[in-house]
C-alpha cells in the first residue's frame, strides 16, 4: 500500500541522507543511528518471541514494525525541529501509520502498543546519549563506532543490514567532523547539485546490494558501504567540488 513509502526503510535513509547533505548534518547523522537500531532491534525482538502469529497463517507477529518505525523516525524529528507545522506533520504520520496497520492489518493493540512504546524509548535512549556521546574523546568515539555494531552483528547476524549501516554511518561520522568537516551551504542551488549527486550515488550502491548472495557479512559490509557515502563519501566530494565550505578552512577574499 501506498501509505508504507513513509516507513519504508530505504525511502526513510534517504530523507535522513538529505537532512544530512543539505539542511542539518549533526540532526541527519543522528536520525539514521535512530533509524539502524529501531529496525535492528525489532527484527531481534521479533525472533526473540517467534513464533507469535497475531493471524491463523502466522503473516504478522509482535510487535509492528511500521508503528515502530514511524515512531522511533519521525518522532525523533520532533527533538529536533521544534516548528510546530512539523510537530502536527510527525504525529499525523504516526497516528496514520498506527491505524492503517490496525485496520488493513491482522496486528493487534498490543502489537501497535508495543511497537510505539519500543520506537519511543530507541528515541530517548538515544536523546538521552548524544551528550555523552558527543564529550567522547574522537579516538575512543571511532573506536566505539566500530565496535559496537560489529558486536551486534555477532548477537543477530540477521540484522547484519542495520548493524552495517550504524558502523558505516557512525564511523563516517566521526572520521568526517575530523578530515572533512563538512558545513551545510546556504545557496538552494548548491544544494540541490548535492541532493542529486548523493542521491545518485545512494541509489546506485543501494542497487548493487540486490545483486548480493544472501550472506550476512556481504550485507553487512554493504550496509556500512552506504552508511560511509552519507556520512564520509558525499561531504568529501562536496567540498571538492565547492558546493560546500569546509569548516577552519581559511577563505581568501574575493
Known sequence: ?????????????????????TMDKPAGGRLLIVLALSIYFHGLIKQMFLPVPADGNGGFTF??????????????????FRDRRFTWLSLAIIMIAAGITLIYTSHTL?????????????????????????????????????????SLLL??????????????SGAG????????????????????????????????????GSLLPAVSVLFFLHAAL????????LPFVSVRLGLNQQSGKFQTPE
Request: hydrophobic letters at 55%; proline letters at 4%; a neutral charge.
Open 173 to 208: 561520522y566521526s572520521v568526517e567532523r575530523l578530515k572533512c568537516r563538512m558545513t551545510v551551504t546556504k545557496e538552494v542551488y548548491k544544494k540541490v547539485i548535492t541532493a542529486v549527486i548523493g542521491g545518485v550515488g545512494l541509489l546506485l550502491i543501494i542497487a548493487v
Open 155 to 168: 548477537l543477530f547476524p540477521d540484522g547484519a543490514l542495520y548493524a552495517g549501516l550504524l558502523l558505516g
Open 63 to 80: 510487535p509492528a514494525k511500521q508503528v515502530q518505525t514511524a515512531v522511533a523516525f519521525w518522532g525523533y524529528l520532533l527533538f529536533e
Open 110 to 150: 498490543e502489537d501497535i502498543f508495543m511497537g510505539g512504546m519500543i520506537g519511543a524509548f530507541i528515541v530517548y535512549v538515544v536523546y538521552r546519549s548524544m551528550d555523552w556521546i558527543g564529550s567522547m574523546p574522537e579516538p575512543f568515539l571511532f573506536s566505539f563506532s566500530l565496535v559496537f555494531p560489529s
Open 1 to 21: 500500500m501506498g501509505w508504507t513509502v513513509f516507513t519504508n526503510d530505504w525511502f526513510l535513509v534517504v530523507i535522513a541522507a538529505l537532512l544530512y547533505w
Open 226 to 233: 552506504v552508511g560511509l557515502w552519507i556520512t564520509l563519501f
